[in-house]
């Protein structure tokens, strides 16, 4: 595909991996969108907006994937999280992922999972990339007052008792992000509950996702003096499973990955920071999940259930 559309192929995979929080998903959905730019050129059609064709695409694209996916992910064993986008503090990957938009935190796409795959994209394209309802409209090729309709639906949808929707803090500065999160590291391994509770938010939540193929938590945690015992637990397993955790960005926070002793990837951790505390703690193991990071390893992975396993 020509350089004019690849100008945008860090918006278009924001917007797919927003839509569907896979980041293979996502990368399939942007080559569907040129490779459906290139049969309308050589039809002889000429695209006068290319940004406009190419956000349209996408984001329909995104809807179909969404409408055929929601029966797995109402079977999915145990909580669910997005793939992590990971952007390495030693190396910075695909330019698409670390140009990710700041606002694709993994909390603010699992508050999305609540909506429709309609409502998803109204919503997201409003909230995470500021467009117009002007721009919406035409995006998704709904009505303007529609789609005013639909915003205002799935704010009530995401909370249903007025509260104003938990949207993801600003972004922080590198420097203090990394600083906070190595702090949080330190303490866990160090088992230094004192620490942890100091960083942790009275309402954190923690939330792990193994997919029924990895270790993970069995339900969402609030409780910070919980979470903490977790948490130095965990570290604890991973210091005499000779593991190692190097810091690195996920979804635009600052986290870090989990690798054995062989340097394979075994699970990643991001963090939510608002006001000096952490918020909120999302720990993906679920090898699937992990692959695109290269290979994943075993320590965690759980027994796989036979037929006749009760």
């Excluded at 054995?260 to 703690?281: F, K, N, P, S, Y």
Aim: charged share 25%; glycine share 10%; with cysteine.
């Amino acid at each position: 595909m020509g350089t004019d559309a690849d100008q945008y192929r860090s918006l278009l995979f924001s917007i797919a991996y927003g839509m569907t929080g896979s980041v293979g998903d996502a990368e399939d959905i942007v080559q569907d969108a040129f490779l459906g730019l290139t049969r309308v050129r050589r039809a002889g059609t000429s695209v006068a907006n290319l940004k406009a064709y190419l956000t349209t695409s996408v984001t329909r694209l995104g809807i179909n994937h969404l409408s055929s996916a929601r029966v797995r992910r109402e079977t999915y064993v145990g909580d669910w999280l997005p793939e992590p986008v990971v952007v390495a503090a030693d190396r910075p990957g695909p330019a698409e992922h670390a140009e990710l938009s700041d606002s694709l935190s993994m909390a603010f796409l699992v508050l999305l999972e609540a909506l429709s795959p309609v409502e998803r994209a109204v919503f997201m394209l409003r909230e995470a990339f500021g467009y117009g309802y002007p721009e919406v409209a035409r995006i998704t090729g709904k009505s303007e007052a529609n789609c005013r309709q639909i915003f205002a639906r799935a704010g009530k949808r995401l909370a249903p008792g007025g509260q104003p929707v938990r949207t993801p803090p600003p972004l922080l500065r590198r420097a203090e992000g990394e600083e906070l999160a190595r702090r949080f590291f330190e303490a866990a391994e160090g088992g230094d509950m004192d620490a942890l509770l100091g960083m942790l938010a009275p309402d954190v939540v923690f939330q792990g996702d193994g997919g029924g193929k990895a270790r993970a938590l069995a339900r969402s945690m609030t409780d910070p003096r919980r979470v903490a015992q977790v948490l130095v637990g965990g570290f604890r397993r991973v210091r005499v499973l000779g593991a190692s955790m190097r810091s690195a960005w996920i979804n635009g926070r600052p986290g870090a990955v989990t690798y054995d002793a062989e340097g394979r990837v075994a699970g990643v951790v991001e963090l939510d920071i608002a006001d000096g505390a952490i918020r909120a703690i999302h720990s993906v193991s679920n090898p699937d999940k992990l692959a695109h990071l290269g290979p994943v390893s075993d320590i965690g992975r759980l027994p796989e259930r036979r037929p006749t396993d009760r």
